[in-house]
């Protein structure tokens, strides 16, 4: 638009008089409410559009683990090897590893930081890495300096290590006490049968070294899980002849450790949409479970491309085993182990079915799941989740059982695939996870079961305690009743009042779908995610993530008025609340007939009060704000108008 010099002299008169005469008139806008949350402009490393830059990199680590179990005196011992790879742009002087066995000693940080009352988070004390032979090996020379900070290892190289591309060797032995109390994560179980040892946090590996923080070292104190680099994993696991062992990535050795019948049955079980034993119940404690009885086998496992193993043991597993038909033509293998404890109709012989229906559906409609083997262990773990493998509990059943094992098997997407930081950003896995369980929970079994997560309002309670905390807070530093909110709970509603209510399946699909296929693989951080979200759908959220995802404000829209203009009617509305919506409306008339309204965000861009035309003759006899009931407005009692 042009303006002559003379318009603009007419503005500025204008303007002029009406700032001496208004000058106590002032308006502010919502602008703040609007802004963006934190810089998210982008750099070579990471897009504006939430995409790896051109100059993206991450590094890469390779693990060789040979290890035998004790089901004498409860340790694992053995040696690990890992082949480290620099592709980042700078030298390195030393790796920091994570020794998180460490946790479990009396001086740890995680147990001094553990109220007296304990947690879910507690552990045993009588644990700890014992350490000898650590070397780092690189194409000059060896160093065998290092120094152990709690759950952290320094390991200093003879000289810096290459950037793009520099590799090292590292090696050590290593032995522990398996603790019974594993924080809930893992431990082990004592049965009728024996002892049902979950094995996870077992081995020393490295930190991540990224482009946001360099290295990644928060100790590992409770809540906080885990940020891992990818690579491909050799696993050797020697144990009693009498163990069934059970470990993420592909059995390489069938035939060392499984009988001919065994086999013979994992054959059958690799083609059966139908759940096939292959160590059944009344075999269990007999030899027929076992290829001798005495003596120790060796079970090796190899996995590609991933951030993690974890492995089980027990004389005590009942075992079955079922095809996972994941798209493309391409199957897999569910499994479940689990005792006699936990056998049952409505408990763990369903496990099978349950790890497969999950998978399934999150292969068939998310991103085709990368793995050949889903692994369910029932342990005195809670739930607990690692690439393959899942640990629940040893007596869950029914819709508790369905509940756990499809939100661990759910992790494989979130952090498994899509690799974020749990330790910082735990509502970038558990949030995003709770979040498609509730489709996978509709789709199972024509609904079997019930979903929750369908109904953001159910959070009104706790969005209205003075207790409450925001999805930002790390969760080492959350409020131990907040955490399910802060991480789970308030996330999930929020991804669905995205898809459900702000913009619609479609177009957020595509976008949900496009980042998990784009950061597959990677370390992406909130604000990858909030960008992608946003430049796959066109749409600035930020009045969304700022209001959400960053704080404590709530949601408080209401319906003022209503009444006749000019033949036709005006809806008046306002905004009462810290967070600005959309507005949808249920329009009710005199004959008895209705009209859906929709308006914009918006409108609440300059005021917190908006009038919208409705066109249409008709006497309006009622107005009901989000009638679908979506929307967890803290406040029910300006949603609705009704004429008197």
């Known amino acids: 638009m042009k303006y002559s010099f003379s318009s603009i002299s007419l503005l500025l008169l204008i303007f002029t008089f009406s700032f001496a005469t208004k000058a106590q008139e002032t308006h502010s806008n919502n602008q703040h409410l609007f802004d963006n949350v934190s810089y998210r402009q982008g750099n070579v490393y990471r897009t504006a559009s939430g995409k790896p830059g051109p100059e993206y990199w991450q590094n890469a680590a390779d693990y060789k683990l040979d290890v035998t179990l004790d089901d004498k005196n409860h340790t694992v011992s053995g040696s690990v090897t890992i082949n480290y790879t620099n592709n980042s742009p700078e030298t390195l002087d030393f790796i920091w590893l ?56 320094q390991l200093w190289l003879d000289k810096p290590l290459a950037a793009k591309g520099g ?14 109390e594993g924080m809930d994560r893992m431990g082990r179980l004592e049965v009728n049968d024996g002892t049902i040892y979950a094995l996870a946090q077992w ?15 928060d100790p590992y104190l409770g809540a906080g899980e885990f940020y891992c680099e990818y690579g491909n994993y050799d696993v050797k696991i020697t ?32 083609k059966s949409d139908k759940t096939v034993y292959i160590i059944k119940p009344e075999e269990v404690g007999t030899p027929k479970a076992h290829l001798k009885t005495n003596g120790t086998l060796t079970w090796h ?68 799941y990368p793995y050949h083997t889903a692994i369910n262990v029932a342990a005195s773990v809670g739930g607990m989740e ?18 756990v094992t499809d939100h661990e098997f759910g992790h494989n997407w979130f952090p498994m695939i899509v690799g974020s930081n749990e330790r910082r950003y735990a509502w970038m896995d558990e949030g995003l996870n709770i979040f498609i369980n509730h489709y996978s929970t509709e789709a199972f079994n024509n609904g079997e079961f019930p979903t929750r997560s369908s109904s953001p309002r159910s959070l009104i309670g706790y969005l209205t305690m003075d207790s409450r905390e925001g999805i930002d807070t790390y969760p080492d530093m959350t409020n131990a009743r907040n955490l399910a909110y802060t991480a789970y709970y308030k996330p999930a509603a929020g991804l669905y009042l995205l898809r459900e209510y702000i913009l619609k399946p479609e177009r957020f699909d595509n ?19 909030f960008n992608h979200i946003e430049n796959v759908v066109g749409e600035d959220l930020s009045w969304f993530w700022k209001g959400w995802f960053y704080g404590n404000g709530n949601i408080d829209i209401g319906i003022v008025d209503v009444k006749a203009y000019q ?14 919506m959309p507005v949808k409306l249920q329009v009710i008339f005199a004959d008895n007939t209705s009209e859906i309204v929709e308006l914009p965000v918006e409108i609440w861009q300059r005021t917190n009060s908006w009038s919208h035309l409705l066109r249409s003759t008709k006497q309006v006899q009622r107005v009901v704000l989000d009638p679908d009931k979506i929307v967890p407005d803290v406040n029910f009692l300006n949603d609705t108008w009704n004429k008197l």
């Not at 002849?241 to 079980?269: F, H, I, M, Y």
């Open 301 to 368: 496992f190899k996995m590609e491309n991933t951030r993690d193993v974890a492995w089980a043991a027990s004389k005590a597993f009942i075992w079955d085993a079922a095809k996972m038909n994941l798209g493309e033509g391409k199957t897999g293998l569910a499994q479940s182990v689990y005792p006699k404890e936990s056998d049952g109709e409505n408990a763990w012989s369903r496990s099978t079915e349950f790890s497969k229906a999950s998978v399934e559906f999150y292969s068939n409609n998310y991103y085709p």
């Open 203 to 217: 081995y020393p590996r490295v930190a991540v070294f990224d482009d946001v923080l360099g290295w990644n070292t």
């Open 98 to 153: 994570y020794l998180e066995q460490n946790r479990f000693t009396e001086d740890s940080r995680g147990t001094l930081t553990t109220s007296v009352q304990g947690s879910r988070y507690s552990g045993d004390v009588e644990g700890g890495y014992e350490l000898s032979t650590v070397s780092a090996t690189t194409k000059t020379g060896t160093s065998s300096k290092y120094i152990i900070t709690d759950t952290r290892m």
């Open 511 to 529: 976008a949900f779908k496009s980042y998990i296929e784009t950061w597959a693989y990677k370390h992406p951080q909130p604000n990858d995610f």
């Open 239 to 270: 144990a009693a002849a009498n163990q069934t062992v059970v470990c993420s990535g592909v059995l390489q050795n069938p035939k060392d450790v499984l009988t001919k019948e065994q086999q013979d049955r994992w054959a059958k079980a690799e």
């Open 386 to 403: 690692y690439p393959a493998v899942s640990f629940c509990h040893y007596q869950s059943k029914g819709e508790d059982l369905w509940g």
């Open 167 to 180: 590799e090292v060797a590292i090696t050590m032995n290593f032995k522990y006490k398996i603790p019974v």
């Open 567 to 580: 033949g036709n009617s005006l809806i008046t509305l306002e905004n009462k609340g810290e967070i600005p």
